[in-house]
């Protein structure tokens, strides 16, 4: 049994839901899990034996023009490291979570092992402020191990940050209690779908990265060939616009926004396809959830896309911004029932057999027990 501290950002997001996930898994193995974030993290919803959580205060001084959150936060961990005796402390992200870890391993009396997984938006954050490039470093390069979420992000941050340090892969994995194949007519009913029409289905933050307005253009399409609805779950800075769109485009009663959700499972289960047509993507838990509920999914050819799609089996992979043939894959999927069938069951083993929960969680524990024994 070990004490593993995790942080993450806690609010709603694939990395918040890993880390909680994760850590919750490693609880039912007998480990003692402290969380120690801003807030509760949103799928830490009841109690749960073996974990504790520890909430990050902030002072309001007024000198400080900026409330020091990562200050707060590094004093916390230190302060649990210490009280809680941690093994390990298990970090989200390198900005600013790694940085703030590597502080508290400095200030704490109790030894303890820093490992960080990167998600993705610390790398392509650097695309847009350079200087913020030596602190990522730093938090890589003084962890006591180092994971990524897929390969191309490994890669990705190799040629970005110019890192010589070995970067493990563990891959997202998914949760089997909550993603599994379940049909709701009832859910179906209360969003008044009626039972021949085709569900598509979209979840992002509405960041510009993930390309809604792509979506949307795609299910224009399909749309015009197939009875079918699209559901958009999520809110964020293009919400407002890509509201306008579909007003444009005349798709009102076609397309519901169903705005941030905290358990999507069922919805996305009721689901006929997922689409995720972003041109910066780490990985794409999403995609990985619909798998899981025996639902196929499009996705462009960029970052970890592809590592978890497999193309012409459990899904498609087009180029960015290719609507036109997005639609047509989608088209030919969802008027084929044989083809559906065949690519849901192998969405489903395909979720199964690579990223289900014992594997990944093990490549975790084993990941702890090398940094352990390196001393
Ligand atoms: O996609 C986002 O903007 C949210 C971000 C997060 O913190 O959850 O997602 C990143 O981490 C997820 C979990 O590992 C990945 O599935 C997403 O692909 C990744 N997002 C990006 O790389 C843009």
Redesign the pocket.
């Known amino acids: 049994m070990k004490k593993i501290g995790i942080t993450c ?1 806690p609010t709603i ?4 839901v ?1 880390a909680t996930e994760l850590g919750k898994k490693l609880a039912e193995k007998g480990h003692e899990i402290h969380f120690i974030t801003s807030s509760m993290p949103f799928r830490l919803e009841k109690v749960y034996v073996n974990v504790y959580y520890h909430q990050v205060e902030i002072s309001h001084y007024p000198v400080f023009q900026y409330p020091p959150y990562d200050l707060a936060l590094a004093a916390k961990m230190a302060e649990v490291i210490d009280r809680e005796k941690l093994d390990i402390l298990h970090v989200h992200y390198a900005m600013p979570h790694a940085i703030c870890g590597i502080l508290a391993r400095d200030m704490a009396k109790h030894p303890v092992k820093i490992v960080t997984t990167l ?3 610390d790398i ?1 954050v650097l695309g847009i402020d350079n200087t913020l490039k030596p602190i990522i470093r730093h938090g890589i390069e003084q962890s006591d191990a180092v994971t990524t ?1 897929s390969d191309s992000l490994r890669k990705q941050t190799v040629d970005m940050v110019d890192i010589k340090k070995e970067m493990h892969v563990i891959y ?1 994995f998914i949760n089997e209690n909550e993603y599994y194949p379940k049909k709701d007519e009832e859910l179906r009913h209360q969003f008044q779908i009626k039972a021949s029409d085709k569900i598509l289905v979209h979840i992002s ?1 509405f ?1 510009k ?1 993930k390309r809604v307005q792509d979506i949307i253009d795609t299910f224009k399409i399909v749309n015009e060939n197939i009875p079918s609805k699209l559901l958009l779950i999520g809110d964020g800075p293009e919400f407002a616009d890509m509201a306008q769109h579909v007003h444009d485009l005349g798709l009102e009663t076609e397309i519901q926004f169903l705005g941030k959700q905290n358990n999507v499972s069922d919805i996305v289960a009721m689901a006929d396809l997922m689409l995720l047509m ?1 041109e ?6 999403v995609l990985l959830e619909a798998m899981a509920c025996g639902v196929p999914g499009i996705g462009t050819d960029v ?2 896309i592809p590592e978890v799609l497999t193309h012409g089996e459990t899904g498609y992979i087009v180029e960015l911004g290719d609507v036109r043939q997005a639609a047509a894959y989608a088209v030919e999927l969802l008027s084929d029932p044989d083809m559906q069938k065949q690519f849901s069951q192998a969405a489903l083993d395909h979720a199964r057999t690579h990223f289900s929960s014992e594997k990944i969680v093990n490549q975790y524990e084993d990941l702890y027990d090398r940094v352990l024994e390196e001393g």
């Open positions: 950002y997001g694939g990395s918040g890993i998600h993705g938006t392509t979420v997202n933050n960041r990265v972003s910066k993507e780490s990985f794409g838990l970052g970890g």
